[in-house]
Every structure is written in structure tokens, then in C-alpha cells.
């Protein structure tokens, strides 16, 4: 690839200090494209995969955050002890990262959970764990997603914070390992899922962050200066 890489890490359960036989580590990068690519007859390549190594160039990264996505918030607020790669723009980013804070991140992950919440007792769930489903009655992995995505939901409605080092990691654990009744995780995920949307409803965070800060925050980045409408690229 004709770019420079500003960002390697490690996403996964680990990364919330979810620790089960099953955890896996998958490896995610963001990449800059050079300016002359950009501007030129080319085809911008977003994000692309190569054996489970997923890319995602900035401009596209910067584009996830704004829709709220929760991979995209967790790799800005991860330990760095999952972190492979770092640069002097990703420290760009990661400065102002509290200021792309907004509805966007819980009503993506209310959506999410909500749309896999149907396939939690389904023999073809989402994650397809029909040895769950068998013993427990529901999908363990269905029920940890949910029980994550709605928990990451109220720490951004509560506290404006996206929170990956978990204080209830134990407990995330343990649904991820499959321990409690098909009563109780039912029981907890509905209450969970009303308790977002009323949080939600109420909430005073922009439906948004803001298209004009992301903006300036990219150009710099990609270490273009605006002055007097004139643009520089150093």
C-alpha cells in the first residue's frame, strides 16, 4: 500500500478484562494516505482486510467515529497495553477523542443489541453457538454482546465517556462464559434495553459530534494548514 501506517493495535474481550478460554485477539490499523492519492485519478480505498488484518484509512476512521462506532471508540480509549503502533497523529486524534462524544455511540449500540437480542434462544444465532444454545438454552455470545454494547451505552449517557476498562468485567465474564439462567439473562437485557432508550430519550449530548471539528482535527492530521482560505500542505 502506497500509505504510511499511524496506529496498530488489538481488539477483542481481553481489551474490556474479559479473559475466557474462548477470547481472541484480532488485529486492527489505521493507515494515511499520502495527499497526491487523495487528490489524484484513483480509487480511495477506505478500509480493506487482508487475513484478518483490517485497515481502515484515517479519513474513513474519523467517519466511524462520527456514526458512533464502538470498535472505532474502542481503539481510541484502549490500555495501551493493546496497543502495537502509535504516532504523533494518532495523539492528535486521542486528544480530543472526549469531544467526539455523542448519541450517535449508545443509539448505535442500542441498535445493535437490539437487532441480535432476537436471536439470543435461535438455533442459527448471530454467533451461530449452538453448544450454548443446547446446554443454557441461549446464545452466551449473544448475551455478552448485548450485555457489553447496552453497559458501554450507559457509560456515555451517564458520564460522557466511552469506557472500555470495565469495572464489571467480572461479571461480563461470567455471562461470557455462561453462567447465569436463560430467566436472568432475559430478565437483565430487557431491563437493560429500557433503561437505554428512556436514558437516551432524555439525553442533553448532540445527536452528533460536530462535522466542522472533525474536519479541522483530519486537515490536521494529514498536515494540511488553512490560512486565509489559502490551503498549504506541508
Same mark, same amino acid.
Given at each position: 500500500m502506497n500509505?504510511?501506517?499511524i496506529y496498530d493495535c488489538y481488539i477483542g474481550p481481553p481489551v474490556y478484562g474479559i479473559i475466557t478460554a474462548e477470547d481472541t485477539l #484480532?488485529?486492527? &490499523?489505521?493507515?494515511?494516505? #499520502?495527499?497526491?492519492?487523495?487528490?489524484?485519478?484513483?480509487?480511495? !480505498?477506505?478500509?480493506?482486510?487482508?487475513?484478518?488484518f483490517r485497515f481502515y484509512e484515517v479519513g474513513y476512521f474519523m467517519e466511524l467515529l462520527y456514526k458512533g462506532s464502538p470498535e472505532a471508540f474502542t481503539m481510541l480509549n484502549m490500555a495501551e497495553d493493546f496497543v502495537q503502533q502509535s504516532s504523533a497523529e494518532i495523539r492528535i486524534l486521542k486528544d480530543v477523542k472526549d469531544k467526539f462524544i455523542s448519541k450517535a455511540i449508545p443509539a448505535y449500540l442500542l441498535g445493535y443489541s437490539?437487532? +441480535?437480542?432476537?436471536?439470543?434462544?435461535?438455533?442459527? &444465532?448471530?454467533?451461530?453457538?449452538?453448544? /450454548?444454545?443446547?446446554?443454557?438454552?441461549?446464545?452466551?455470545?449473544?448475551?455478552? !454482546?448485548? &450485555?457489553?454494547?447496552?453497559?458501554?451505552?450507559?457509560?456515555?449517557?451517564?458520564? /460522557?465517556?466511552?469506557? +472500555?476498562?470495565? /469495572?464489571?468485567?467480572?461479571?461480563?465474564?461470567?455471562?461470557?462464559?455462561?453462567?447465569?439462567s436463560k430467566e436472568t439473562i432475559i430478565k437483565e437485557i430487557d431491563e437493560q434495553v429500557t433503561e437505554v432508550e428512556e436514558l437516551l430519550r432524555v439525553s442533553k449530548l448532540p445527536p452528533h459530534p460536530s462535522k466542522d471539528f472533525i474536519n479541522d482535527t483530519l486537515f490536521k492530521i494529514r498536515g494540511i494548514e488553512l490560512d486565509n482560505e489559502i490551503t498549504r500542505i506541508k
Open positions: 500509505n504510511r501506517i #484480532q488485529r486492527r &490499523s489505521i493507515f494515511l494516505e #499520502q495527499l497526491k492519492n487523495l487528490i489524484g485519478f484513483r480509487t480511495y !480505498i477506505p478500509e480493506l482486510d487482508h487475513e484478518g437490539k437487532g +441480535v437480542q432476537d436471536t439470543l434462544t435461535e438455533k442459527d &444465532s448471530f454467533f451461530n453457538d449452538e453448544k /450454548s444454545i443446547k446446554k443454557l438454552g441461549y446464545d452466551k455470545n449473544v448475551a455478552y !454482546i448485548c &450485555s457489553l454494547y447496552l453497559r458501554l451505552a450507559k457509560d456515555v449517557l451517564l458520564f /460522557s465517556e466511552f469506557r +472500555v476498562e470495565r /469495572s464489571d468485567a467480572e461479571i461480563l465474564t461470567a455471562i461470557k462464559d455462561g453462567m447465569f
